[in-house]
C-alpha cells in the first residue's frame, strides 16, 4: 500500500506497506512528476514499514518509468530510504551506483527524523551540475 506522507513541496514523502500494486505505484508516479514541475530537482523519502514487494503489473510500471525517464535522473537530489537492515537496504545501496548525481542514503527506522532533515536540506532550483 501507497500512503503519502506530509513534507516541503520538493520533497516526495511516502509510507510503502504490504505489496505495491499498480494504483499505488501510479499514484506516487503522480506526486512526483507534479513536483517534477514545480521544482528543476526534488528529493524523496521512502519509509518501507512492513513493505513486502511489488506486484508484476507495477514491477511493470516501474521499469517503464525509468526507461522512460533514463537520462533524467538528475533531477532527483537526494533518496533517503528508512528500512531495516537487509535485502531492500541492500539493494537500496546497489541502486545508488547508477545514480551517479543523487546522494542516497539508508536510515534504520529510529531514525526517521534524521533522514527527512536530511532528505530535505539541498537547493531544490539548483542545477545538479552545480551542485556539492
Known amino acids: 500500500m501507497y500512503e503519502p506522507l506530509?513534507?516541503?513541496?520538493?520533497i516526495g514523502a511516502y509510507r510503502f506497506t504490504g505489496t505495491l500494486d499498480r494504483a499505488?505505484?501510479?499514484?506516487?508516479?503522480?506526486?512526483v512528476e507534479a513536483r517534477l514541475q514545480r521544482h528543476g530537482r526534488i528529493g524523496i523519502y521512502c519509509e518501507l514499514d512492513g513493505f513486502t514487494g511489488l506486484t508484476?503489473?507495477?514491477l511493470g510500471r516501474d521499469l517503464e518509468y525509468a526507461w522512460r525517464n533514463f537520462g533524467q535522473y538528475h533531477r532527483f537530489a537526494r533518496v533517503a530510504v528508512v528500512?531495516?537492515?537487509?535485502?531492500?537496504a541492500g539493494m537500496t545501496q546497489f541502486a545508488s551506483h547508477f545514480l551517479p548525481n543523487t546522494?542516497?542514503?539508508v536510515f534504520?527506522?529510529?531514525?526517521?527524523?534524521?533522514a527527512q532533515n536530511w532528505v530535505t536540506d539541498f537547493d531544490?532550483?539548483?542545477d545538479s551540475a552545480d551542485a556539492d
Open 6 to 10: 506530509p513534507s516541503a513541496d520538493h
Open 24 to 31: 499505488d505505484y501510479d499514484a506516487c508516479i503522480a506526486d
Open 124 to 126: 531544490p532550483e539548483q
Open 103 to 105: 546522494e542516497v542514503k
Open 83 to 88: 528500512t531495516t537492515p537487509g535485502f531492500v
Open 108 to 114: 534504520a527506522p529510529d531514525a526517521r527524523v534524521m
Open 56 to 58: 508484476l503489473p507495477a
